[in-house]
């Protein structure tokens, strides 16, 4: 079992993603009101709760949403799960399509720290099942 520590949102693309409390998951699109959101495969983008801490125990100050991520995850590697891993979040269902992803620019993170988790550790999903979400919520593998 996991926990969703965080949502985090962007309206416009390339700007650092916000922290809400609250979110809409749509079906084959993503998060209601964020600008990746959209009919392809990143629908949704993942970071594990886990990881951040150790970025952060290196001296990154880092909150949520920094790295570009939509939801933080507490209890799951998810860089290890297998593509195609679904997962359940009250009724909203997510599906895992790709894990990290290439690095065009480097970010303000990676000039900084000279290293950026994203790119390796981040994964992204589909959204199979519409369904609101909050921190705090549950997060299960469906098998």
């Known amino acids: 079992m996991g926990v969703i520590k965080g949502i985090c949102v962007s309206e416009k693309k390339g700007t650092q993603k916000q922290e809400v409390y609250q979110a809409e998951l749509r079906e084959d699109w993503g998060i209601a009101g ?17 990881k951040i801490e150790d970025f952060r125990k290196k001296g990154a100050e880092v909150e949520f949403g920094a790295f570009g991520e939509n939801l933080i995850v507490e ?7 297998p593509i195609g891993t679904r997962f359940q979040v009250g009724d909203a269902v997510l599906r895992l399509t790709q894990i990290g992803k ?9 000039k900084v720290m000279g290293d950026c988790i994203m790119p390796r550790e981040g994964v992204f999903t589909e959204v199979l099942k ?12 469906i098998e």
């Open 130 to 141: 519409g369904g609101h979400i909050q921190p705090g919520d549950e997060i299960n593998i």
């Open 75 to 81: 209890g799951y590697d998810l860089s290890r799960l």
């Open 34 to 50: 964020d600008a990746h959101a959209g009919k392809w495969h990143r629908q949704v983008s993942l970071l594990s709760f886990e």
């Open 102 to 110: 290439q690095c065009h620019a480097h970010c303000e993170i990676y």
